[in-house]
């Protein structure tokens, strides 16, 4: 095993490539002149990458990290397969660019894409990146360490408001109010927050006694409210998702991994507006410019087993979502954050119900995908 393979256990790796498999193997694969193209977002230590490269004899990887310690250490264990496996420090709203280039249709898109979201083991074990509370460490938690401000930077800097908007909005955290005020107030009296198991502390210090008892280590959601400001988590996601939609080809497709609710809302939600018709519930068929350009593969979002929670912690939260893009981007781009919630797609005027288009069979898919309005 490399050192990747040791610090890091792929979640459903299994489940992954089996949802990954109609997009790059799909019926007659044997026939196909181009090899097929997975570009995986979040390479971490390549796990689930090596899965896929063993699985698929000719697919070729594009490994996206913004992690350059994460690149180092899987492009070593992948070194084995060759030209087959290429590796991009940046980050993973960049997939569009990254697609264009790796393209093996010519048009920018790919076969599939996969998302593997939140931290690696690596970046929860180095004790020196400040991303566990369980290790005392300096307050970094930057994903790449090269730029950007820390927490610790946050917490000498920001004001109590945003402090508690930060615990509040990405940690989901009640006590947010009591723990921004207990960090500020230790800022005004020379003694500021200065490394995890101080924080910790602060934390400890600022949650009723009641509240400390239930619902596991009351750090936890202080620690992931900062970890997501200081990576800008959640607005690099929501930008990505809609450039990987629109970055596979038609039959291609995103099989996304999550570990907290937040990431998971913005993933479903852009699935499902895509799986969805805009059409008015009253017309007999649905236009072809309205029709849902996104299949939904898994039926809500699948977990983990107790088998894999048992033999690896890390699955307990996931919640895994996949879809396949039934219309072209071109055609019916998933719409970018800032652009409104219909985006391009609902902004084109709607044909009248006699210029109909498409063919009987395409109707009733349509139809049916009307049916799924509501999940
Ligand atoms: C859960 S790990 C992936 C583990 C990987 N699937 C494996 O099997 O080894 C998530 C990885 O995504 C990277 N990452 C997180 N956010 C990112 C972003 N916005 N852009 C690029 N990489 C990101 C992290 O640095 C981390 O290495």
Not at 210 to 224: D, I
Not at 297 to 312: F, K, L, P, S, Y
Not at 323 to 337: F, K, Q, V, W
């Amino acid at each position: 095993m490399t050192d990747a393979a040791q610090r890091h256990v792929p979640v459903l790796l299994e489940r992954c490539l089996d949802l990954l498999a109609p997009a790059i193997q799909p019926a007659g694969a044997s026939e196909r002149s181009v090899t097929p193209v997975l570009i995986d977002c979040t390479l971490g230590m390549g796990g689930h990458t090596e899965g896929a490269l063993t699985r698929f004899e000719n697919l070729t990887v594009i490994g996206i990290d913004r992690d350059p310690e994460a690149i180092a250490l899987a492009s070593e264990r992948l070194a084995r397969f060759g030209d087959r496996f290429r590796a991009v420090r940046t980050t993973y709203d960049h997939v569009d660019d990254v697609a264009r280039e790796a393209s093996p249709y010519g048009d920018g898109t790919v076969d599939a894409v996969l998302m593997d979201l939140g931290v690696s083991s690596l970046q929860l074990d180095d004790a020196d990146r400040g991303f566990s509370y369980a290790r005392t460490a300096p307050l970094d938690m930057r994903m790449d360490q090269s730029q950007g401000r820390t927490a610790q930077e946050i917490l000498d800097t920001a004001d109590e408001r945003e402090i508690g908007r930060i615990l509040r909005v990405y940690g989901e955290e009640r006590f947010a109010p009591r723990i921004a005020r207990t960090i500020v107030r230790r800022r005004e009296d020379g003694d500021p927050v200065a490394t995890t198991q101080g924080l910790v502390d602060v934390v400890r210090a600022s949650v009723p006694a009641a509240a400390r008892r239930t619902g596991g280590n009351p750090s936890k959601r202080t620690f992931q409210a900062l970890r997501i400001a200081v990576n800008a988590e959640l607005e690099v996601l929501e930008a990505a998702v809609p450039r990987a939609l629109n970055s596979v080809r038609v039959g291609g497709r995103l099989v996304v991994e999550s570990y907290q609710s937040l990431e998971d809302r913005i993933v479903k939600q852009a699935m499902v507006a895509g799986a969805t018709t805009n059409a008015p519930a009253d017309l007999p068929f649905v236009p072809e410019d309205a029709a849902p350009y996104l299949e939904l593969v898994t039926h809500g979002a699948e977990r983990a087993d107790e088998e894999e929670q048992a033999r690896n912690p890390r699955s307990a939260p996931v919640r895994l979502r996949a879809a396949t893009r039934l219309r072209p981007a071109s055609d019916a781009p998933a719409p970018e954050p800032g652009t409104g919630t219909g985006g391009a797609r609902r902004d084109r005027p709607r044909p009248a119900p006699s210029r109909r288009s498409g063919t009987r069979s395409d109707t009733r898919d349509h139809a049916r995908a009307r049916g799924r309005r509501s999940r």
